[in-house]
């Protein structure tokens, strides 16, 4: 292309409020129109979904693809017991803590006390268990969190700005994403620790830490409570079908009779109360439902003075 071609298409693309992004493939280089936002700039990818150009660069291998999309990284804690929640919010308060020792963090429970490096990586800078504080609200039996505005109204108490997206989609996450803040989701888990179709029945809490595209296919990265150290790369097809399927549990047994059955992989000998503030409608059958209260759901997390990028209090 003639060299004043190209100034005159570079000056009316800088009209328009777009620039030319040069993205690095397999067979070259070729001129992609992208935008650009709060995130960086965008650009779309053969599918017509949009993409971060900052990591499309040429010769990145894909674990420095992974680590460079990873705008929202946050340390691992490795959960005791039913508590994916619990220890989610726990990554996310030692992320921003980490960011700025200003910033609040707290453990779950007296346990994590042996557990430096496991269960915590963040010296807490307060003595409140996230987990007390849950039960004694009426929020929590043994940890678990079947309602994401109760895992918001927790990170609340404990000194943080928390929304709800209600009714999210894939496009609300990136937007969160691209903030740079960390998004706290519930999806149905397989037994890899990756999303599945349960129905409700493993339901379970991640922390998205970013995205990426790889060869037309969009792709999270995420960090759960599940022990596992490296990252969990999911389709974000596959987590978009998964967390929508998050319909009933067993967990609670008919709800509203006032006691939760005793599971034996719990470890649970008997029979416990049901929490106060549990109020989710029956499903019949000995189930709950939990769509309404879990499902396409985003708990975001941001310090006091830093605005959510949406969502509900």
């Known amino acids: 292309m003639p060299?004043?071609?190209e100034l005159r298409r570079n000056v009316f693309a800088r009209f328009r409020g777009q620039t030319n992004t040069e993205v690095g493939g397999s067979s070259g280089t070729q001129n992609v129109t992208g935008t650009e936002s709060g995130g960086g700039i965008h650009v779309r990818a053969q599918d017509g979904m949009e993409r971060n150009a900052a990591v499309q660069e040429t010769r990145l291998?894909?674990?420095?693809?992974i680590e460079k999309a990873k705008v929202a990284g946050v340390p691992q804690r490795v959960q005791v017991g039913p508590t994916c929640g619990l220890y989610a919010l726990g990554?996310?308060?030692?992320s921003w803590n980490e960011k700025d020792p200003k910033n609040p963090t707290a453990i779950v429970q007296d346990l994590d006390l042996r557990g430096k490096g496991k269960q915590y990586t963040r010296e807490p800078t307060t003595s409140e268990r996230i987990l007390d504080y849950a039960k004694d609200e009426g929020f929590t039996a043994?940890?678990?969190?079947?309602?994401?505005?109760?895992l918001a109204a927790t990170a609340r108490h404990f000194g943080y700005d928390a929304t709800t997206h209600l009714k999210a989609t894939l496009e609300d996450l990136y937007k969160v994403l691209d903030a740079g803040h960390p998004a706290i989701v519930a999806f149905d888990v397989d037994y890899n620790g990756n999303p599945t179709d349960a129905g409700g029945e493993r339901a379970h809490y991640a922390v998205i830490e970013g995205y990426f595209d790889d060869k037309g296919e969009r792709y999270l990265i995420a960090r759960h409570g599940w022990g596992v150290q490296q990252d969990h790369i999911w389709k974000a097809s596959d987590f978009d079908e998964s967390w929508k399927a998050l319909q009933t549990t067993d967990f609670y047994g008919t709800p509203g009779d006032g006691v939760i059955p005793r599971h034996a992989s719990l470890n649970m000998s008997r029979e416990l109360p049901e929490p106060s503030q549990m109020k989710l409608p029956d499903a019949g059958h000995g189930r709950a439902q939990i769509f309404e209260s879990l499902g396409t759901k985003i708990v975001e997390v941001v310090p006091k003075g830093e605005a959510p990028v949406g969502g509900v209090r």
């Open 3 to 5: 060299l004043i071609d």
């Open 61 to 65: 291998t894909r674990t420095q693809v």
């Open 91 to 94: 990554m996310v308060m030692d």
């Open 142 to 150: 043994l940890g678990e969190m079947f309602t994401a505005t109760q």
